[in-house]
Protein backbone atom coordinates (compact mmCIF):
# COMPACT_ATOMS: atom_id res chain seq x y z
CA UNK A 1 0.00 0.00 0.00
CA UNK A 2 1.39 3.09 -0.88
CA UNK A 3 1.15 6.63 0.85
CA UNK A 4 -2.24 7.86 1.51
CA UNK A 5 -3.96 11.00 3.04
CA UNK A 6 -6.97 11.65 5.13
CA UNK A 7 -9.24 14.31 6.37
CA UNK A 8 -7.68 14.15 10.38
CA UNK A 9 -9.92 12.64 12.57
CA UNK A 10 -11.89 15.35 14.62
CA UNK A 11 -11.83 14.56 18.53
CA UNK A 12 -15.24 14.23 20.17
CA UNK A 13 -16.17 15.38 23.32
CA UNK A 14 -18.72 15.31 25.76
CA UNK A 15 -21.44 17.41 25.87
CA UNK A 16 -22.71 19.63 28.84
CA UNK A 17 -25.97 18.06 29.56
CA UNK A 18 -29.63 19.70 28.87
CA UNK A 19 -30.84 21.29 31.72
CA UNK A 20 -29.92 23.96 34.32
CA UNK A 21 -26.41 23.87 35.66
CA UNK A 22 -24.62 26.55 38.11
CA UNK A 23 -21.64 28.21 35.91
CA UNK A 24 -18.40 29.97 37.13
CA UNK A 25 -16.91 32.16 34.98
CA UNK A 26 -13.37 31.04 34.20
CA UNK A 27 -12.76 32.84 30.87
CA UNK A 28 -13.07 36.75 29.12
CA UNK A 29 -11.36 36.01 26.17
CA UNK A 30 -10.99 39.13 23.59
CA UNK A 31 -11.51 37.23 19.81
CA UNK A 32 -10.94 40.77 18.04
CA UNK A 33 -13.01 42.11 15.51
CA UNK A 34 -13.99 39.80 13.38
CA UNK A 35 -16.24 39.82 10.19
CA UNK A 36 -19.35 38.11 9.50
CA UNK A 37 -20.41 37.17 6.26
CA UNK A 38 -24.20 36.83 7.26
CA UNK A 39 -24.46 40.29 8.45
CA UNK A 40 -21.62 41.88 6.06
CA UNK A 41 -19.99 43.43 8.40
CA UNK A 42 -16.99 43.67 11.32
CA UNK A 43 -18.13 43.48 15.49
CA UNK A 44 -15.61 43.27 18.22
CA UNK A 45 -16.18 39.78 19.81
CA UNK A 46 -15.69 38.80 23.36
CA UNK A 47 -15.89 35.06 24.62
CA UNK A 48 -16.83 34.41 27.80
CA UNK A 49 -15.99 30.89 29.32
CA UNK A 50 -17.93 29.06 32.13
CA UNK A 51 -17.02 25.82 34.71
CA UNK A 52 -19.55 23.54 34.91
CA UNK A 53 -18.99 21.84 38.36
CA UNK A 54 -21.64 19.23 38.47
CA UNK A 55 -20.27 17.67 35.00
CA UNK A 56 -17.05 16.26 34.83
CA UNK A 57 -14.39 15.28 31.53
CA UNK A 58 -11.37 12.87 32.08
CA UNK A 59 -8.54 14.74 29.98
CA UNK A 60 -5.19 13.19 30.33
CA UNK A 61 -6.08 10.79 33.19
CA UNK A 62 -7.31 14.14 35.18
CA UNK A 63 -11.01 14.28 35.64
CA UNK A 64 -12.16 18.33 35.49
CA UNK A 65 -15.23 19.89 35.22
CA UNK A 66 -16.80 20.50 31.88
CA UNK A 67 -16.83 24.22 30.48
CA UNK A 68 -19.14 26.00 28.44
CA UNK A 69 -18.72 29.40 26.23
CA UNK A 70 -20.69 32.18 24.57
CA UNK A 71 -19.49 34.42 21.91
CA UNK A 72 -20.89 38.23 22.08
CA UNK A 73 -20.33 41.23 20.14
CA UNK A 74 -18.24 43.54 22.63
CA UNK A 75 -21.06 46.08 23.31
CA UNK A 76 -23.04 47.42 26.51
CA UNK A 77 -25.67 49.10 24.56
CA UNK A 78 -29.22 48.40 25.03
CA UNK A 79 -30.11 45.82 22.73
CA UNK A 80 -26.47 44.34 23.02
CA UNK A 81 -26.63 40.61 24.45
CA UNK A 82 -24.13 40.85 25.99
CA UNK A 83 -25.51 43.62 28.43
CA UNK A 84 -28.68 41.27 29.12
CA UNK A 85 -27.07 38.05 30.08
CA UNK A 86 -24.47 40.32 32.66
CA UNK A 87 -27.83 42.14 33.80
CA UNK A 88 -29.30 38.72 34.34
CA UNK A 89 -26.71 37.44 35.83
CA UNK A 90 -26.44 39.93 38.46
CA UNK A 91 -29.80 40.12 39.35
CA UNK A 92 -29.47 43.83 38.51
CA UNK A 93 -29.46 46.18 35.98
CA UNK A 94 -25.50 48.18 35.20
CA UNK A 95 -25.25 51.71 36.62
CA UNK A 96 -25.09 54.78 34.55
CA UNK A 97 -21.74 55.10 35.86
CA UNK A 98 -20.94 51.37 35.02
CA UNK A 99 -22.51 51.90 31.29
CA UNK A 100 -20.55 55.17 30.86
CA UNK A 101 -16.99 54.24 32.05
CA UNK A 102 -17.80 50.54 30.51
CA UNK A 103 -17.32 47.23 32.63
CA UNK A 104 -14.29 45.67 33.03
CA UNK A 105 -15.02 42.19 32.35
CA UNK A 106 -12.31 40.34 34.25
CA UNK A 107 -14.85 41.25 37.11
CA UNK A 108 -16.24 38.28 35.99
CA UNK A 109 -13.57 35.84 37.20
CA UNK A 110 -14.77 33.09 39.73
CA UNK A 111 -18.85 34.51 39.75
CA UNK A 112 -21.61 32.25 39.37
CA UNK A 113 -24.58 32.14 37.85
CA UNK A 114 -27.16 29.48 36.28
CA UNK A 115 -26.50 28.50 32.58
CA UNK A 116 -29.87 27.29 30.75
CA UNK A 117 -28.29 24.51 28.02
CA UNK A 118 -30.40 23.85 25.38
CA UNK A 119 -29.11 20.83 22.68
CA UNK A 120 -29.28 22.08 19.22
CA UNK A 121 -29.08 20.46 15.45
CA UNK A 122 -26.34 22.05 13.32
CA UNK A 123 -26.24 22.23 9.23
CA UNK A 124 -24.05 19.07 9.50
CA UNK A 125 -25.85 17.18 11.61
CA UNK A 126 -23.66 17.69 14.66
CA UNK A 127 -25.25 17.98 18.01
CA UNK A 128 -23.96 21.52 19.89
CA UNK A 129 -24.62 22.65 23.29
CA UNK A 130 -25.79 26.02 23.54
CA UNK A 131 -26.17 28.36 26.53
CA UNK A 132 -30.16 29.33 25.93
CA UNK A 133 -30.21 31.49 29.27
CA UNK A 134 -28.39 32.90 32.12
CA UNK A 135 -29.58 34.01 35.49
CA UNK A 136 -28.70 35.22 39.12
CA UNK A 137 -28.22 32.13 41.84
CA UNK A 138 -30.75 31.59 44.09
CA UNK A 139 -29.90 33.56 47.23
CA UNK A 140 -28.00 30.81 49.66
CA UNK A 141 -26.77 28.99 46.71
CA UNK A 142 -23.13 27.39 47.57
CA UNK A 143 -20.93 27.06 44.93
CA UNK A 144 -17.92 25.44 44.72
CA UNK A 145 -14.03 27.57 43.94
CA UNK A 146 -13.20 27.39 40.31
CA UNK A 147 -10.91 24.28 39.40
CA UNK A 148 -9.63 25.60 35.95
CA UNK A 149 -7.35 27.94 35.56
CA UNK A 150 -8.86 31.57 34.46
CA UNK A 151 -8.28 32.72 30.98
CA UNK A 152 -7.78 35.77 30.06
CA UNK A 153 -6.61 37.17 27.01
CA UNK A 154 -7.09 41.26 25.59
CA UNK A 155 -5.77 43.39 22.64
CA UNK A 156 -6.45 46.43 24.80
CA UNK A 157 -4.09 44.97 27.31
CA UNK A 158 -0.96 44.45 24.72
CA UNK A 159 -1.24 40.66 25.46
CA UNK A 160 0.81 37.63 23.62
CA UNK A 161 -1.74 34.59 23.74
CA UNK A 162 -1.36 32.76 26.89
CA UNK A 163 -0.42 29.02 26.33
CA UNK A 164 -3.81 28.65 28.42
CA UNK A 165 -6.07 29.75 25.63
CA UNK A 166 -7.37 26.42 23.93
CA UNK A 167 -5.89 26.35 19.86
CA UNK A 168 -9.63 26.49 18.37
CA UNK A 169 -9.73 29.80 20.70
CA UNK A 170 -6.20 31.12 19.19
CA UNK A 171 -7.46 30.47 15.43
CA UNK A 172 -10.36 32.76 15.69
CA UNK A 173 -8.23 35.66 17.12
CA UNK A 174 -5.62 34.86 14.83
CA UNK A 175 -8.41 35.89 12.03
CA UNK A 176 -9.20 39.27 13.63
CA UNK A 177 -8.36 42.74 12.28
CA UNK A 178 -6.27 43.39 15.20
CA UNK A 179 -4.36 40.47 15.00
CA UNK A 180 -3.29 40.89 11.26
CA UNK A 181 -2.39 44.68 11.94
CA UNK A 182 -0.09 43.06 14.67
CA UNK A 183 1.81 41.30 11.72
CA UNK A 184 2.17 38.40 14.30
Same mark, same amino acid.
Given at each position: ??????????? &???? %?????? /?????? =? @? +??? $????????? &???? %?????? /?????? =? @? +??? $??????????????????????????????????????????????????????????????????????????????????????????????????????????????????????????
Amino acid at each position: MGLSAREPEQK &EFPL %VSEGVH /IGICIG =V @I +DLG $TQYSQVFDR &ETRK %VLIIWE /IPDETI =V @I +DEK $TLPMAISKTYTLSLHEKAQLRKDIESWRGKALTKEQLNLGLDLKELFGKACQLQIIHTQGNNDKTYANISSIMALPKGTKVPKPVNEFKYFSFEDEMEIPDNIPNWIQEIIKTSKEWKQRGD
